[in-house]
């Protein structure tokens, strides 16, 4: 089996529970504490290992404790961290994730090593043996030297730039991958407006967009379809990498063939987004119900999801 790359952030989280988000001046009391790895792209790794897929990491850490504490814990999840360079006296990015009794989350970050890897430090080996190349948030320099190598090996690419998409020059690399991952508020300034009609346009015959809509679930476009899916009511207890889960479960469902809850094999040759589309927002929707980033779903709790909600 071939592998799913993700390339992009490797952090330490410290997620803070507390009853409401303080106002300026004000405080809040922490109810509980949670330490664990985090970062876009080891946690879609990490999902997608949780989905017993192969699974490599192209990113970065420091070689403090931090660094060594999420190495470790990609490791026994089963990732390959071979393409992860460790900064020697460098820092971890430590994000701080202040998560309320709604779920609702506000980061805070150090400047870390998380984007330290640059042009220079990728090589066409660390593609060998992939079959697709998961972006995220990162050097703009980077994610152009992945694509271009990418290209060069015949692999897809998606890309999920995240919140700093509006402040990164990503623009030009939005148009040369396969499939686009934004949420509503990315979708908006990417293209200006989030009609159906422009993002159907947008997409064109070699690319596919796929916005990601929180709790009111999430939209394929392509060049011949326009495909929406409510989504699947749950409480949630901590948003954090919920996207992530989602993203995971849709290059599950069509690069690695996963098609938990339903009859038959989805592959990216012949995909039936709605049938997609659902797994995503599954997968996004159980992540959604425990804290943390990642809190993916397994396949088996997956299927019973979907066998309960779709069934």
Do not use: C
């Not at 989805?266 to 995503?280: F, K, L």
């Amino acid at each position: 089996m071939s592998q799913i790359l993700a390339a992009g952030h490797l952090n330490w989280d410290v997620t803070l529970r507390v009853a409401t988000l303080p106002d300026p001046d004000g405080e809040a009391r922490i109810t509980e504490q949670h330490r664990a790895g985090g970062g876009s792209a080891a946690n879609v790794a990490s999902a997608l290992a949780g989905f017993d897929l192969q699974a490599g990491l192209i990113g970065s850490v420091g070689s403090d404790p931090h660094g060594e504490m999420a190495i470790r814990e990609l490791e026994a999840q089963g990732v390959d961290v071979s393409g992860v360079l460790t900064v020697e006296a460098g820092d971890t990015t430590v994000k701080y994730l202040v998560v309320d009794a709604a779920g609702e989350v506000m980061v805070l970050a150090n400047d870390g090593v998380n984007e330290a890897i640059g042009p220079a430090d990728v090589e066409p080996s660390m593609l060998a043996g992939a079959e697709h190349v998961h972006l995220t948030s990162q050097q703009p320099e980077t994610a152009g030297k992945l694509i271009d190598l990418a290209h060069e090996s015949g692999l897809t690419v998606s890309f999920d730039p995240g919140r700093r998409v509006e402040e990164r020059a990503f623009e030009p690399l939005l148009d040369a991958v396969d499939v686009l991952l934004l949420n509503e508020r990315e979708t908006t300034a990417v293209f200006d407006g989030a009609s159906d009609e422009a993002l159907s346009a947008a997409a064109g015959p070699d690319r596919t967009i796929v916005v990601k809509r929180g709790s009111d679930g999430a939209s394929v476009y392509t060049e011949s379809e326009t495909v929406h899916h409510p989504g699947f009511e749950v409480e949630a207890v901590d948003t954090t990498g919920a996207g992530d889960a989602f993203a995971a479960g849709f290059l599950a469902a069509t690069v690695g063939g996963l098609s938990p809850g339903f009859e038959g094999t989805v592959r990216a040759t012949d995909v039936d987004y709605e049938q997609v589309v659902a797994i995503a927002n599954a997968s996004g929707a159980l992540a959604v119900k425990r804290p943390g980033a990642r809190t993916a779903p397994t396949i088996d709790a997956l299927a019973e999801f979907l066998a309960e909600r779709t069934g």
